[in-house]
């Protein structure tokens, strides 16, 4: 239709050709040059998939093809993780893989592109002044967290399966490379076909620039339609935007329905059950997001619930790591599992853990806060309510975890003052720690600078029977006291040799 117009000598705006004359006379053609060019996949997205409403006040009705798409992917999480990590590693080997093959399809497809130089290089100049906004610094940090799933429990989770010797520590700093890579990579084939698309509608890159849904939905299905064979990059891109949506889906999922086992150790036989149930409740909470203001409701969590609350919590766990467990003990547990390390590395990640991370991360939270501006969603701003709706939903987390923290100190001893229940609670036990704590003996000499308390009294077993855990003030009898265990319970050589020892405890 623009282009009949175009031959016509008309001017063909707000979907109406407009002649010469009548577009001389009503300053059309002068509108038509700076409006903003929206592409057809815009239009198809927010009035056709989603039936976006005018604003979140008007809820709508559920559509039931986004109902639909949404109990798909909950049955595929539950097929992936009613067996546990024995069904979900296996499916993780492809969600996990795919996504790389799909990125360096579409990478070597983008840069051959038109306008795809433009559109690299706009992503490679730096705006310094862009590091004065608050919101990138947030944005950044909430990138970040969510890559890498810290303060979010899933890591925590998932590392619970590995082998006691596994080495975390290489494979903390691969994930971490590794995500930084991707990201980079991946935007690299983002701004060579965002490049494409300028090229094609004759306008900046940063007007074509798009984040979230926009880019995902809007940006890229219309790149797609000026590709030759386009329904094969369809499927491509669509797949690998659900298996990476799975992969997040997996961690949390895991950490909920592990959080309830740990918490109802009776219900562990019954984990098909429990995964079905944390699904179904899944499903009936999302469905508000399926109604005509969905899409509202969705960039309001996305601003309140996913940011400065993981921030806060993330903050929260530094210090109860480093500050009150002790970095240093906590050093201690890891090189127990991992080996011993220089003290230049232990003088790193302690000061690193103390004092730069919970800076940083405090430093990003308030400069947020200060610089706070309400929900918006493209030119859509917010009610006052549905800020304040935003604001509770963000608090909730950390709501729990000072509800939590009370009742604790209600549950300590009658006996104690509120200032000795305090100190009560925040005392690391001699069961807190590695499980089975086998470190304590195989590597005593790492902890001789810590006060374990009570850790004589701590029990590991052997072969069913318990073996006293000796300090590292001890140590010089190991050999005596360990063997006349093992040979009591047949384990033993009697020789002061201690590696049947060493190979029991290693298996806890």
Known sequence: MADQCETLN?????RKCYNATFAEEHNITEMALHALKRPPAEEYFNNYVLGLSSGIEETGSIKFSLAACLLLAWVIVFLCLCKGVQSSGKVVYFTALFPYLVLVILFFRGVTLPGASTGILFYLTPDWKQLANAQVWGDAAVQIFFALSPAWGGLITLSSYNKFSNNCYKDSLIVAFCNIATSFFAGLVIFSIIGFLAHELDV???????????????????VVTRLPISPVWSVLFFVMLLTLGLDSQF????TVTTAILDKFPNLRQYK???????????????????TNSGMYWLQLMDKYA???????????????IAWIYGSQRFLNDIQGMIGKRSRLWNCFWGNMWRFVTPAT???????NWVEYKPAQYGHYVYPMWADAVGWIVGLLPVFVIFVVGVQQVFKAPKHLSFKDRLKHLLRPTAE???AGRPCVNLHAERYQSQNYDGVTNTQILISGAPLEVIPYEDATNV????????????????NGNDNGYRDDAMQL
């Open 251 to 254: 961690a949390l999922m895991e």
């Open 361 to 367: 991360l405090l430093f990003i939270l308030f400069f």
């Open 204 to 222: 900046e890159v940063k007007k074509v620039v798009d984040q979230g849904a926009g880019l995902a939905f809007i940006v890229y299905p219309e």
């Open 10 to 14: 008309g001017t063909y705006y707000l």
């Open 479 to 494: 050999n005596g006291n360990a063997n006349d265990n093992f040979n009591g319970n047949g384990n033993g050589n009697g």
């Open 306 to 320: 996913a940011n400065w609350s993981v921030l806060l919590i993330a903050i929260m766990e530094c210090v109860l």
């Open 432 to 434: 807190w720690g590695p």
């Open 272 to 290: 098909t059950w429990v995964v079905l149930f944390v699904g179904i409740f899944g499903y009936v909470g999302g469905l508000g997001f399926t």
